[in-house]
Nanobody, 124 residues
Framework: QVQLVESGGGLVQAGGSLRLSCAAS????????MGWFRQTPGKEREFVAA????????SYPDSVKGRFTISRDNAKNTVYLQMNSLKPEDTAVYHC?????????????????WGQGTQVTVSS
């Protein structure tokens, strides 16, 4: 059974940093493309970052580019999202996702597995 468990969320002041973790079981992250999405009430999930299966490629939307970094530790079977220079508009529930196609995908519905999410709140 595949499980993705996010952790590392919390309350932080604007300009601060957080590192989110996504621990996987039942799949090997090095064989999947992995992504991070975020969601606020009443809105669709928004693409935040993705890394392809071998780590050679990453992708970010302009809203987080230069501030967020996705990475992967194959030995720990865990994916990370380092978030720096946080802004109040980054406040959301952050979810990690895995896609067996191995390619970077920006569309939420194409991912095969999802975690339950971790809340990130950025105060002004």
């Amino acid at each position: 059974q595949v499980q993705l468990v996010e952790s590392g969320g919390g309350l932080v002041q604007a300009g601060g940093s957080l590192r989110l973790s996504c621990a996987a079981s039942g799949l090997t992250v090095s064989s999947y493309a992995m992504g991070w999405f975020r969601q606020t009430p009443g809105k669709e999930r928004e693409f935040v970052a993705a890394i392809n299966w071998n780590g050679a490629g990453t992708s970010y939307p302009d809203s987080v580019k230069g501030r967020f970094t996705i990475s992967r530790d194959n030995a720990k079977n865990t994916v990370y999202l380092q978030m720096n220079s946080l802004k109040p508009e980054d406040t959301a529930v952050y979810h990690c996702a895995a896609d067996r196609s191995r390619m970077i995908i920006h569309t939420a519905h194409r991912y095969d597995y999802w975690g339950q999410g971790t809340q990130v709140t950025v105060s002004s």
